[in-house]
């Protein structure tokens, strides 16, 4: 599965009898038991279906190509919510799949309020201390970072670390995505030391139990990365971000972020190899150009910088 910031922990799947029925409480009404249907009704099949759409939907994301994946990502919303209203538990996982793609395509505030639904039914269907629920609170963090938030976005992510960290121990790698989202929190508030802390357990947490190449280790290399940039050490940065850029190429990531690693491996070398860096520019805005649901706001941004470096090297000529 493509690595994003958002994180996925579905719930296996759920047989009719083992669906709320009489006396289930829902949006604070009763809901009333239909009459049981056979093993292979019109409802399983149509059930069964929508699970399959919404492998096409993941399927369609992970190439960029996001309308198709809403699209696809609604239609099993509709059968679910056509046979089962709102009881089957896997409507937790459409809101957040839709979430990201609003999120990915700049629709922050739209991401934010299909999290919140997510978020809703976790706490309708979950334990407040249930790994589901930190997984909604992780996600709620990552769209309000992105909103600008910070604020909330720090006491999501924290919420959510505590309740991982009493389930699952350190030495997990839904520990170690959350850690990096608090690492980008503290670097955005300037707090450089705490966010090197949250980045460096949450690289050695990915080095221990995924490996040396995996998506999540390149997060943490990035966040490092930026925090060094920042502090004016621009030789650890570059050896971060050329380890970082190796990693994504070699794994399934949104074309965003590998772009976004050349773009910053190409200002910590900007000033000692510049022919290097600009090439690295303009492999950035070929590969994100390539992305079937672009930005057209990161487009125009990448191709102002690759105009820019294209006047500097005339101009050092």
Same mark, same amino acid.
């Given at each position: 599965?493509?690595?994003?910031?958002?994180?996925?922990?579905?719930?296996?799947?759920?047989?009719?009898?083992?669906?709320?029925?009489?006396?289930?409480?829902?949006?604070?009404?009763?809901?009333?038991?239909?009459?049981?249907?056979?093993?292979?009704?019109?409802?399983?099949?149509?059930?069964?279906?929508?699970?399959?759409?919404?492998?096409?939907?993941?399927?369609?994301?992970?190439?960029?190509?996001?309308?198709?994946?809403?699209?696809?990502?609604?239609?099993?919303?509709?059968?679910?919510?056509?046979?089962?209203?709102?009881?089957?538990?896997?409507?937790?996982?459409?809101?957040?799949?839709?979430?990201?793609?609003?999120?990915?395509?700049?629709?922050?505030?739209?991401?934010?309020?299909?999290?919140?639904?997510?978020?809703?039914?976790?706490?309708?269907?979950?334990?407040?201390?249930?790994?589901?629920? @930190?997984?909604? =609170?992780?996600?709620? +963090?990552?769209?309000? &970072?992105? *909103?600008?938030?910070?604020?909330? /976005?720090?006491?999501? %992510?924290?919420?959510?670390?505590?309740?991982?960290?009493?389930?699952?121990?350190?030495?997990?790698?839904?520990?170690?995505?959350?850690?990096?989202?608090?690492?980008?929190?503290?670097?955005?508030?300037?707090?450089?030391?705490?966010?090197?802390?949250?980045?460096?357990?949450?690289?050695?947490?990915?080095?221990?139990?995924?490996?040396?190449?995996?998506?999540?280790?390149?997060?943490?290399?990035?966040?490092?990365?930026?925090?060094?940039?920042?502090?004016?050490?621009?030789?650890? @940065?570059?050896? =971060?971000?050329?380890? +970082?850029?190796?990693? &994504?190429? *070699?794994?399934?990531?949104?074309? /965003?972020?590998?772009? %976004?690693?050349?773009?910053?491996?190409?200002?910590?070398?900007?000033?000692?190899?510049?022919?290097?860096?600009?090439?690295?520019?303009?492999?950035?805005?070929?590969?994100?150009?390539?992305?079937?649901?672009?930005?057209?706001?990161?487009?125009?941004?990448?191709?102002?910088?690759?105009?820019?470096?294209?006047?500097?090297?005339?101009?050092?000529?």
């Amino acid at each position: 599965m493509m690595y994003t910031d958002f994180e996925y922990q579905p719930t296996r799947a759920f047989r009719r009898d083992e669906l709320p029925g009489l006396g289930a409480v829902m949006d604070g009404e009763i809901a009333e038991e239909s009459a049981s249907a056979p093993p292979d009704s019109q409802a399983d099949r149509d059930l069964a279906f929508a699970d399959s759409l919404d492998a096409q939907g993941r399927a369609e994301a992970s190439r960029g190509r996001f309308r198709a994946a809403r699209a696809f990502h609604e239609q099993a919303m509709e059968l679910r919510r056509t046979h089962l209203g709102e009881a089957d538990p896997r409507l937790l996982w459409s809101f957040t799949w839709l979430g990201e793609l609003s999120y990915r395509e700049g629709l922050v505030e739209e991401a934010r309020w299909l999290l919140a639904q997510a978020h809703r039914i976790a706490g309708k269907r979950f334990q407040p201390d249930d790994l589901q629920f @930190a997984v909604t =609170l992780h996600n709620l +963090a990552v769209v309000a &970072r992105r *909103a600008g938030d910070h604020v909330e /976005a720090t006491r999501l %992510g924290e919420q959510a670390l505590a309740l991982k960290v009493e389930r699952l121990g350190w030495e997990h790698a839904s520990v170690a995505r959350t850690l990096c989202t608090l690492g980008n929190l503290a670097r955005l508030a300037r707090r450089r030391r705490v966010a090197l802390c949250y980045f460096d357990r949450a690289r050695t947490i990915y080095e221990k139990t995924e490996g040396g190449v995996n998506a999540g280790l390149a997060t943490a290399l990035v966040g490092m990365a930026r925090v060094h940039t920042s502090m004016g050490s621009k030789v650890s @940065a570059r050896f =971060l971000l050329e380890r +970082a850029l190796q990693i &994504r190429e *070699a794994v399934p990531v949104p074309p /965003a972020q590998s772009a %976004g690693v050349r773009v910053l491996l190409s200002q910590a070398l900007d000033d000692d190899d510049r022919t290097a860096a600009h090439e690295l520019v303009h492999a950035a805005l070929h590969e994100y150009e390539r992305h079937e649901s672009a930005r057209p706001e990161l487009l125009e941004h990448l191709r102002g910088l690759a105009r820019d470096h294209e006047s500097r090297r005339k101009a050092a000529n």
